[in-house]
C-alpha cells in the first residue's frame, strides 16, 4: 500500500557523516511506523533504528545507538537515518521498511524499499 525508495548513500570516511532519506509514495507513511535496516556482505538482514508514526519513540541497535538518528517528516512524507561517526564495519545495503507497527525483527515489516549502498572507507 505504500511504495518506498531510499536515497543518500555514497562512500564516506570513516568517522564521517551520511544522511540516509526515505521517500514514501503510494499512500502517506503518517500511518505507519517506519524502520532502517540494513545488510552487510555475508550477513543477514540486521535491524539499525525504527521509529513510530508519530515521531516519539524511537529505538537503536545497540551497535548505532549514540552515532545514528531516525526521525521522520510526515508533512513531506520521509524518514531519515542521521549516521555520524561511520565506522567500516557500517558498510551495507541500508534499506528503509514500513509496518502498521513497531518490531525489531526483519519479517515483522510489511513494506520495504530497494536499499542504498552505503560504504564507510577505513
Known amino acids: 500500500q505504500v511504495q518506498l525508495v531510499e536515497s543518500g548513500g555514497g562512500l564516506v570516511q570513516a568517522g564521517g557523516s551520511l544522511r540516509l532519506s526515505c521517500a514514501g509514495s503510494?499512500?502517506?507513511?503518517?500511518?505507519?511506523?517506519m524502520g532502517w535496516f540494513r545488510q552487510a556482505p555475508g550477513k543477514e538482514r540486521e535491524f539499525v533504528a525504527a521509529i513510530g508514526w508519530s515521531g516519539g519513540d524511537t529505538y537503536y541497535a545497540d551497535s548505532v545507538k549514540g552515532r545514528f538518528t531516525i526521525s521522520r517528516d510526515n508533512a513531506k512524507n520521509t524518514v531519515s537515518l542521521q549516521m555520524n561517526s561511520l565506522k567500516a564495519e557500517d558498510t551495507a545495503v541500508y534499506y528503509c521498511?514500513?509496518?502498521?507497527?513497531?518490531?525489531?525483527?526483519?519479517?515483522?515489516?510489511?513494506?520495504w524499499g530497494q536499499g542504498t549502498q552505503v560504504t564507510v572507507s577505513s
Open positions: 521498511a514500513a509496518d502498521a507497527t513497531l518490531g525489531r525483527l526483519v519479517k515483522h515489516w510489511r513494506y
Open positions: 503510494g499512500r502517506t507513511i503518517s500511518d505507519y511506523a
